[in-house]
Nanobody, 126 residues
Framework: QVQLVESGGGLVQAGGSLRLSCVSS????????MGWFRQAPGKEREFVAA????????GYADSVSGRFTISRDNVKNTLYLQMNNLEPEDTAHYYC???????????????????WGQGTQVTVSP
């Protein structure tokens, strides 16, 4: 059974940085595309960033492009999201997601992902 466990969230002032991590277990995660999504109170879960199985291809939401960087370490079965220059609008619960099908590229749609973590809270104060 695939499990995803996020960590690294917290409270930070605007302009600050955080790095989220997501550890995978239950299969060799290096064969599968992964992504980060977030959900703010009263809003739908939205795409943040995604990365192909090899790490060679990445994609970002317009709202975070240039500030966030997604990366992965397939030896450690870990996905990362480096978040710089954080804004209060980035406040949300952040979720790690993994695809059920191997290989492929990066994907922004929630339906493309089969496995989800419980998430980690990021709060950015003004």
């Amino acid at each position: 059974q695939v499990q995803l466990v996020e960590s690294g969230g917290g409270l930070v002032q605007a302009g600050g940085s955080l790095r989220l991590s997501c550890v995978s277990s239950g299969r060799i995660s290096g064969f599968y595309g992964m992504g980060w999504f977030r959900q703010a109170p009263g809003k739908e879960r939205e795409f943040v960033a995604a990365i192909a199985w090899s790490g060679a291809l990445t994609g970002y939401a317009d709202s975070v492009s240039g500030r966030f960087t997604i990366s992965r370490d397939n030896v450690k079965n870990t996905l990362y999201l480096q978040m710089n220059n954080l804004e209060p609008e980035d406040t949300a619960h952040y979720y790690c997601a993994a695809r059920g099908a191997p290989y492929g590229g990066w994907y922004r749609g929630r339906s493309e992902y089969e496995y989800w973590g419980q998430g980690t809270q990021v709060t950015v104060s003004p």
